[in-house]
């Protein structure tokens, strides 16, 4: 009955920005952790952020310090902001979140810096 959408990928240039959202939807009663994750083309899919229901957040040292993970509790969203992109943030990424005792995935949303 939760299902997670997100939006905001797509093509940006070297240097570029981009917002991603994650919104869970359906019968929330409670939600813990909310994370990202990234995929690149046959590789395996790696943490890029995590942020606890307390709001702290961890990275994955690849984008330390270009990525700010964020979330809106009134409204079930996680958001992830990079900034300073590179060839090597190309990928598929995916929200994953714990809601009412459960982890859900999210569809995927396509992020591509071209060079």
């Known amino acids: 009955q939760v299902q997670l959408v997100e939006s905001g990928g797509g093509l940006v240039q070297p240097g570029g920005s981009l917002r991603l959202s994650c919104a869970a939807s359906?019968?929330?009663?409670?939600?813990?952790?909310m994370a990202w994750y990234r995929q690149a083309p046959g590789m395996q899919r790696e943490s890029v952020a995590i942020?606890?229901?307390?709001?702290?957040?961890n990275y994955a040292d690849s984008v330390k310090g270009r990525c700010t993970i964020s979330r809106d509790n009134a409204k079930s969203t996680v958001f992830l902001q990079m900034t300073s992109l590179n060839p090597e943030d190309t990928g598929v990424y995916y929200c994953?979140?714990?809601?009412?005792?459960?982890?859900?995935w999210g569809q995927g949303t396509q992020v591509t810096v071209s060079s």
């Open positions: 359906g019968s929330i009663s409670s939600i813990n952790y």
């Open positions: 942020i606890t229901s307390g709001g702290t957040a």
């Open positions: 994953k979140v714990r809601v009412n005792g459960y982890v859900y």
